[in-house]
């Protein structure tokens, strides 16, 4: 029993009821139902969402209409030289000492930017606020401002999600092993993923878990950071990822062997076994993992699945040891280097490059 603004509250466990009572009085309460009082409070919090919601498409809308009517008063103004610079410039001075600094020059022309990259009004999309406006309309690519909209609705992502996405340049990296349209027509929900590499980045950003970048750990450790941030692993691993297990122990005979990580992915339809390396990659690590993608191949997908995938995040691989260890026509065992940090954008592009200049290589040797 605990004390509460004199009265008492009791919970009664057995049958799932809330006693509650008000001793001012005496007189008892009709019990209430936990399930009632979860509904309560769920039409409240549903409530103040949407009203958060609602607030932040109000205030896009705003910019949007803000950024409108600048453009239509420059277009006025166009014979005359640097007239946008000036109207933006004296419209700042004199709304911003009113309504602050959310109508000051650098504001006023984002707006006139949004509006001039989303011209039509039923193309501005209510999931997202103005901060992630913001950063959309700094990219300059058409295709590759539409990749991150679509995800960003799609994917439910805060805007720190995206930013973040956008830093570790997530759209490059899928574009490292697919043709731009098949990355925008999943994007589009036009078409499902097929295979794991129009899944998987390279290479993998795990600045999320918080590892430092010089200091020596164990392959544990990155395993449990991993797990304390499995929503953020999952979404940086790619779509439609839900977690299996770790640590799968896996008996054959007298033998026991234990796969790091166990993932299903729905939209291949395929078990995804996660192997961690921390080390560079060796033969014997493909090895190992291939018996695990057997054993789940054999022992636990069903006949209407795909075959198991295998994954080997490792922090340097060699692609010819990759190519000549596992058969020509693979396509379930893939390597992939991982980073501890984000890289800068320059490093970043210098990795993709790389890896696309590797990738031709093999072609040709193929």
Known sequence: MQSTLGGWKRTNRKNGLTMASISTNNSSVAPLNNQFVSDIKHIITTAQTNAVRSVDYCRVQMYWHLGKRIFEEEQQGKARADYGSYLIENLAHEIEPEYGSGFGRRQLERARQFYREYP????VRSQLNWSQYRMLIQIQDHDKREYYELEA??????????QRQIDSMLYERLLMSNDKEAVLAVARKERIPETPQEIIKQPTVLEFLGLKREAAYYEKDLEQAIITHIADFMLEMGKGFSFV?????ILLEDDEFFADLVFYNRLLRCFVVIELKTGELTHQDLGQLQMYVNYYDRQEKLPEENPTIGILLCTRKNDTLVRTTLPENNTTILASEYRLYLPSAEQLIKEVNDVKEQMQQNKAEE
Not at 120 to 123: E, L, Q
């Open 120 to 123: 039509i009004p039923s193309a």
């Open 153 to 162: 609705v799609n994917n439910a992502w805060t805007g720190r999600e995206l």
């Open 245 to 249: 297990a770790r640590q799968k122990r």
